[in-house]
């Protein structure tokens, strides 16, 4: 194992973060799986299933089991995890910038475009070597000014020619589900299997923001639609697959959780062929894909003291009824209900709402949204 310290660009005089990457393999061993935990930093799950990735990874590497390459960075972000308010963590948004953490990450499809668009040819290998190193000499060429700007970088530094891309998050309260563009969900499937996921919500290039996963799958997708778009045809594929993968709730922090998540991932890297072993068979799945935009989102149409009904994971009917929220001045009570059904996959862990806030969210199979389809 190798353990890399990098030092990220210092915001303030006399004040310097580390962002340490570990790698397993040999540098140049494909596949090449990249995987990160709490980019949003107040969310932990991942940080504790790194814990238990690292361990394994270490025994493999010790008996030559490591056949391609693993970057794990078990604290993606030194940043957030250090800014609190009141006692209270708050890991998703740079206080300096209010920026979310994980928006805002490069266009790599117009670097390579620029670059070595114009140069690809019939060999499709080669295509995917000139794309990665092209885009790995930009990444190199660039110099951060702010220590977020060099968080992002140092990032795809690691991350950029991955062929596998792991971004391990959580929500507020929630079943275990994935995020994955479109072009990328088909091998990431068998991930969804093991991990027993309960929701798939996938979408086309574009959900919005420019989040970490989003930009680079979409490397590839956009590449080619660039390519298609200016008559240059070449072979050039999917060439990685990255999926946001939210394990459960902010709460959901234990070992019990966290090792069987780590053996899930752990039978995908042997599916791939990273880690010698067989995984066994691929569980039946407990999800069907739905669209990214079929999520559908209950707000509080008024202020009030939140009474849910229905749990995470429960399967709506349209029409079924997710919470009460109450005014205990007024005695009056608003109904929230799902128009269009389905999963009930997370919902707030707050229990006053303001108006306006998020309650819950529902995986529908019918795209009802346009537009920006992630959170702020
Ligand atoms: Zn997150």
């Given at each position: 194992m190798d353990a890399r310290h990098h030092t990220l660009p210092?915001?303030?005089?006399?004040s310097t973060r580390t962002l340490t990457s570990l790698h397993y393999g040999v540098a140049a061993a494909r596949p090449k799986v990249y995987i990160q935990a709490s980019l949003h930093a107040d969310e932990l799950p991942g940080m504790l299933v790194a814990h238990h990735l690292r361990e394994r990874l270490m025994k493999a590497e010790r008996s030559g089991q490591v056949l391609g390459q693993v970057v794990l960075v078990p604290v993606a972000n030194p940043i957030g995890l250090a800014q609190r308010i009141d006692h209270r963590p708050m890991g998703r948004f740079e206080l300096n910038t209010s920026e979310n953490f994980n928006r805002s990450y490069p266009d790599l499809a117009q670097v390579a475009f620029e670059r070595v668009g114009r140069e690809l040819g019939s060999d499709l290998d080669k295509n995917v070597a000139m794309v990665r190193a092209a885009v790995l000499d930009w990444l190199s060429e660039q110099t951060p000014l702010t220590e977020l700007e060099g968080l992002r970088l140092t990032l795809y530094r690691l991350a950029?020619?991955?062929?596998v891309v792991l971004d391990l998050h959580c929500d507020a309260e929630a079943v275990l589900h994935l995020y994955s563009e479109t072009a990328c969900w088909p091998p990431l499937e068998p991930l969804a299997c093991w991990l027993g996921a309960q929701t798939v919500l996938v979408a086309d290039y574009?959900?919005?923001?420019?989040?970490f996963d989003e930009q680079l799958s979409g490397l590839w997708s956009q590449l080619a639609a660039r390519l298609a778009a200016h008559g240059i045809e070449v072979p050039l594929p999917q060439a990685c697959a990255s999926a946001t993968v939210e394990l459960r709730g902010e709460a959901d922090v234990g070992h019990a959780w966290a090792e069987r998540d780590a053996d899930a991932i752990w039978r995908y890297l042997q599916h791939l062929g990273v880690i010698a072993g067989d995984p066994g068979p691929v569980p039946e799945p407990r999800f069907v894909p739905t669209p990214l935009a079929g999520s559908e989102t209950l707000k509080a149409p008024c202020p009030g003291v939140i009474a849910f009904h229905a749990e995470v994971g429960t399967v709506l009917s349209p029409g079924?009824?997710?919470a009460e929220i109450i005014d205990p001045l007024s005695g009056q009570t608003a109904l929230l209900r799902t128009a269009q059904g389905g999963v009930l996959y997370a919902r707030t862990r707050e229990r006053y709402a303001p108006a306006g806030l998020t309650v819950a969210k529902v995986a529908g199979h019918r795209p009802v949204r346009t537009g920006n389809l992630l959170s702020e």
């Open positions: 210092c915001t303030s005089l006399g950029a020619d991955a062929d574009g959900a919005g923001g420019q989040p079924a009824l997710v």
